[in-house]
């Protein structure tokens, strides 16, 4: 029982607990769990299935508000699992919708979420500025009525990252969603590679081991289909996305033991970025769930590491000196405040 009750708590640190739940399902073994932990389990999967029907209804909304203002937007991610029934969407919890607009659309996409609720969440007069300026996506939307959060994105990476994204890429071979008029989802491969890049340009990996284990999963479903493994290499070449595809292969190996096709791996070898041993000291590390039992030598210093790695990729030395800088000094002022209240 003590070995079910550290794994029912790493997996709730991971936000893993309704996945653990669909593993148990998969390998026929539910009557073998113990009543106690089983408990935990069904109450994950209850919440899972009450936060996809929420999301299935929020994505309606969406889709009225993007109607009504005649534009098309993108899902992203969770919302897309569910959304399209993917297999992967199974035991998957998260606390947020995303899409993705035209830039061009951007302001006319948020005037008309506003008509429907959703009010930008009040950021300090230098965040507001730094998201409006330099980010990929604006301040997160809260619905003043649900209290849902929608993150609106008119790109998947800065606008300044060393990694330059074919966003207009991102819109060929859209699907659009069962029962929607103008919301849509990726084609399965940028699915991934959208994944793959979220991942792997992420600063703070709360849920970073939950979401390779939807890589994991989407390797497995989406390889099961015909030509995929061509069509996502083709796919990553022309988005410019082949170096979060060779992180996504290498840290799902490693923590999974994902299966691939020798003939994909083979197509691999010889791509530059296959990862270092300093990026596994790190990755190795940050992906683990962030509870006491999971810390190792140097895991402290590798979640540091992965931080400003993310946003070493993200801006220019100038910029990241600066906004770091700025942030550092907030947090300090935020701490003295807080001490001189006590």
Request: aromatic fraction near 8%; charge should be neutral; include cysteine.
């Amino acid at each position: 029982m003590s070995e079910w009750d550290l794994l029912i708590r790493q997996a709730r640190s991971a936000d893993l607990l309704g996945r653990l739940w669909r593993e148990v399902e998969l390998s026929g073994q539910v009557d073998r769990v113990p009543e106690a932990p089983k408990r935990h389990l069904l109450a994950a999967k209850f919440l899972v299935e009450r936060q996809h029907d929420a999301v299935r209804r929020e994505i309606g909304y969406i889709d009225e508000a993007m109607r009504a203002a005649g534009l098309r937007a993108i899902l992203l991610k969770g919302a897309a699992y569910v959304a399209t029934g993917k297999a992967l969407a199974t035991g998957r919890t998260f606390s947020d919708v995303d899409i993705l607009v035209d830039s061009d659309d951007l302001a006319a996409a948020e005037s008309a979420l506003s008509i429907y609720g959703w009010q930008p969440v009040k950021q300090s007069a230098y965040d507001e500025a730094y998201y409006r300026e330099w980010m990929h996506e604006i301040p997160p939307l809260v619905h003043v009525k649900r209290n849902t959060t929608l993150d609106l994105h008119h790109a998947i990476l800065p606008i300044t990252a060393r990694i330059k994204v074919n966003t207009q890429g991102l819109r060929e071979g859209n699907a659009l969603v069962d029962g929607c008029t103008n919301l849509y989802v990726l084609q399965d491969a940028d699915m991934l590679l959208h994944g793959a890049t979220h991942l792997f340009h992420e600063g703070e990996l709360a849920h970073g081991l939950r979401d390779l284990h939807d890589l994991h999963l989407m390797f497995g479903e989406f390889g099961a289909l015909p030509l995929f493994w061509d069509h996502l290499l083709i796919r990553a070449r022309y988005l410019g996305l082949m170096t979060p595809l060779l992180y996504a292969v290498r840290y799902s190996r490693r923590k999974f033991h994902t299966a691939f096709p020798q003939e994909f791996l083979g197509q691999l070898k010889n791509q530059p970025g296959q990862g270092s041993i300093l990026m596994d000291f790190c990755y190795d590390r940050a992906l683990l769930p962030k509870h006491a039992s999971c810390e190792q030598f140097g895991s402290g210093l590798a979640r540091v590491m992965v931080y400003l790695r993310s946003h070493w990729l993200k801006m220019p030395l100038g910029l990241l000196v600066y906004h770091l800088s700025v942030k550092s000094l907030a947090r300090l002022r935020a701490k003295e405040d807080k001490a001189a209240t006590a």
